[in-house]
């Protein structure tokens, strides 16, 4: 099967734009979820998504927001950028399916490197 | 709330020689624990879990619930082992990570 795919790998926003990532998870997985990564703050949870639901989001501002489309594919939104917001954002995608352990193994993309100026 | 904490930032030891990543975890409920391993310009992937109670490249780690750890060990270094590790805590639905150890084997 293919890996988790992200899209754009980099990306370089001034401060005051918008941004969209994209993540495709592999095949048949359903769920997906977003980290944010830092030298600083290391991974952070940002949210996970599941059949289209948001099912957990972590602690960042409401500039931070996601969907997921009917096929898996998810979206990654980062409103009026801030240069703290230069980071490594990894999507993980994960089977989940009857919730036990086994399913909660997250296989995760190569990240899209954001840049803010 | 969840917590997973990783002493030491940086590891380093020679070749041949035992290896013990540390993590402790925080954690009211019953605790899922993993270890993933992200080797230099690689995607950040699963080493091991502790449900599973098995060996992945020698590696092995045992929950310890008392002390609420899941220190990850290795009788033996090699070189290809340098890399980054996270301890890894899934409590309600969502992964929380510590903050990684970046171990170096020396030759």
């Known amino acids: 099967k293919a890996g988790v795919t992200q899209t754009p790998r980099y990306l370089i926003k001034t401060r005051g734009q918008q941004v969209t990532l994209s993540c495709s998870p592999i095949s048949g997985h359903r769920s997906v979820s977003w980290y944010q990564q830092t030298p600083g703050q290391g991974l952070q949870f940002l949210f996970e998504?599941?059949?289209?639901?948001?099912?957990n989001k972590g602690n960042f501002p409401g500039r931070f927001s996601g969907r997921q489309f009917s096929n898996s594919r998810s979206e990654m939104n980062v409103s009026t950028l801030e240069l703290g917001d230069s980071a490594l954002y990894l999507c993980?995608?994960?089977?989940?399916?009857?919730?036990?352990?086994?399913?909660?193994?997250?296989?995760f993309g190569p990240g899209t490197r954001l840049t803010v100026t | 709330a969840q917590r997973v904490t990783q002493p030491e930032k940086l590891l380093s030891v020679f070749k041949g020689a035992p290896v013990e990543l540390k993590c402790n975890y925080s954690?009211?409920?019953?605790?899922?624990l993993f270890w993933y391993v992200q080797y230099s310009r690689q995607r950040l992937q699963l080493l091991l879990r502790?449900?599973s109670r098995e060996s992945i490249k020698g590696f092995t780690a045992d929950l310890n619930k008392g002390e609420t750890s899941f220190h990850l060990k290795k009788p033996f270094a090699q070189e290809e082992d340098s890399a980054m590790y996270y301890c890894a805590l899934k409590g309600a639905q969502k992964l929380v990570f510590g903050q990684g150890t970046r171990l170096t084997i020396n030759p």
């Open positions: 993980a995608s994960s089977l989940l399916g009857s919730g036990r352990p086994s399913s909660y193994e997250q296989y």
């Open positions: 998504y599941f059949s289209e639901t948001q099912r």
């Open positions: 502790h449900i």
């Open positions: 954690y009211s409920g019953s605790p899922e």
